[in-house]
């Protein structure tokens, strides 16, 4: 099993024989920043891939609404399509799933993950110098089950947060070598902040782990929601 989605056992150590019972929290996601992130945090979770087609589901709500998403739309949309998604798996039955995604936007356009190298190092010419603004939608579905005495709230809600990030005057050079470790291909916006990239930013204004793309301070409002609290998580 991947060490950065781990399913954690809770098994009571004095019995070595009983079973595992599996986390409270699934994670849609296969992210290694969110898993880092939740883990860092003291929280055990199990990570189940969801199968969304993301173009396609922007595509669909866009035709649905006549127009275009904004970022936050998109980022929240995305993030509940993948938890629904995942929730509805028989592997997540008895779980709180957790839903995220993330959009780029500067000047007023939306920026996913870059198709290719050619386009993040014209993203990177384009961010030099300037802020733009990191949305993290999440969305939590509570799919422990509702029968008396079981917990479950059927809750399924979520938010977005946000945070602005400032960009250094990258060279050239910089923004070609940066792009060729292949970091910020799988990246929002063609960044990461718990990277190499790094180096390139001046300062963040929010909460850092949004930018990541997962906010425990979020999670631990929404959790609310489902008459949980974040020490429910901890490990």
Known sequence: MDPSSPRTANADPADPGAEEEPPLLVLASRSP????????????????VSDVDEDAAVAEAAERLGGSLDAPSMALLLARTKAESVAALEAADGAVVLGCDSVFELDGVSYGKPPAAEVAIERWKAMRGKTGVLHTGHWLVDNRSTEEDDGGTGATLGTVASASVSFDEVTDEEIEAYVATGEPLPCAGAFTIDGRGAAFITGIDGDPHTVVGLSVNTLRHLLVSAELSITDLWG
């Open 33 to 48: 920043g969110r898993a880092r992130i939740l883990t860092d945090a003291g929280i055990d979770f199990e990570a189940i």
